[in-house]
């Protein structure tokens, strides 16, 4: 699904204009990208689930074409935990 199907939906199901839908999303998602930004921090929607940043630490890899090792540098990424009720109903 994409965001424009999304946001289709949501309208939808909401009886409200597409602008108003997809102002609602774009809100719930700058919502959760601000609660990301903080150090070690989560974003929990009871019975969905819980977004929560991890930082990646430098390592080693192998580059696949020449076989070389690299140096991959540390980043921040965001993991997904479905809830339970998301779990018991995909």
């Known amino acids: 699904m994409t965001k424009a199907e999304l946001i289709e939906k949501m309208a939808g199901d ?7 839908a997809g102002a ?9 990208t601000k609660g990301l930004k903080k150090r070690n921090s989560k974003v929990t929607l009871v019975g969905f689930g819980t977004f ?4 990646r630490k430098t390592r080693m890899g192998r580059n696949p074409q020449t076989g070389e090792k690299i140096k991959i540098k540390g980043s921040n990424t965001v993991t997904f935990k479905a809830g339970k009720k998301l779990r018991e109903k995909i």
């Open 52 to 55: 929560r940043k991890v930082y």
């Open 24 to 32: 609602a999303l774009n809100s719930f998602l700058d919502g959760i």
């Open 14 to 20: 909401a009886g409200i204009s597409k602008v108003a």
